[in-house]
């Protein structure tokens, strides 16, 4: 497999270093929503389950089902590839099912306000990044069932997924961010704390990125 020939040929402390960042994604990711949760307080309100949701779904579903094909911190790098990718496309449905429910409580708790909808850019982004979502996920599907990617080169359709997914990842932290300025945001944290949770999915988006970036990368290195 590319990825544990990848794992092999990296320097010890390379290795060590993409490791620890690793193991450090999952523990931001896990905290980081475990701390909005602590703060929105999920079913004390309709407005409540939005922050939470999304958390769940773009910094932990998310952030999870592509960790799941680390070289250096995935829970299951001894199980095959294609059990991987089963896995990976579940918690990836149950980041969409997440999303989805977050907008629909926005949406219904603005109703019940009589506030105007998608005025903000984190609205409007937040918007995007869920129908990007779901799409990346019906579009995975030929991935896991072959016979359905009749006439495309499954290599290319593995690149292209994962160029799309990177991009779909970064909307996600993005929306994220913005939603850190919200007025419920700010009011509930105190500065530095406000610092700590922006640097959360800043930095689970750069290591992200390293790693899909370094997998084919190494990919391609190792065809030529």
Do not use: D
């Not at 490791?19 to 309709?46: D, E, N, R, Y």
């Amino acid at each position: 497999m590319v990825h544990s020939k990848e794992a092999e040929s990296e320097p010890g402390l390379y290795g060590l270093t993409r490791t620890a960042f690793s193991l450090l994604t999952h523990f931001i990711c896990f905290s980081f929503t475990l701390f909005v949760a602590f703060l929105s307080k999920p079913g004390t309100s309709w407005f409540s389950w939005h922050p939470f949701l999304m958390t769940l779904a773009f910094s932990f579903f998310m952030t999870e089902a592509i960790l799941l094909f680390s070289p250096h911190a995935s829970p299951i790098r001894k199980l095959p590839h294609k059990t991987k990718g089963r896995v990976h496309w579940v918690l990836q449905c149950l980041c969409v099912s997440c999303a989805v429910l977050g907008l629909a409580a926005i949406s219904y708790n603005k109703h019940l306000n009589g506030k105007p909808h998608f005025t903000s850019w984190h609205s409007l982004l937040g918007l995007v990044t869920v129908c990007v979502t779901a799409t990346q996920s019906l579009a995975a599907v030929p991935l896991i069932y072959h016979s359905l990617a009749k006439g495309w080169s499954l290599a290319k359709l593995k690149r292209y997924h994962a160029a799309s997914g990177l991009i779909t990842y970064l909307l996600g932290s993005g929306s994220l961010l913005l939603g850190l300025f919200s007025a419920w945001f700010t009011a509930s944290v105190r500065e530095y704390t406000w610092y700590l949770s922006a640097l959360c999915p800043a930095l689970s988006a750069l290591i992200i990125m390293n790693q899909v970036s370094s997998a084919y990368i190494a990919k391609k290195r190792l065809q030529s």
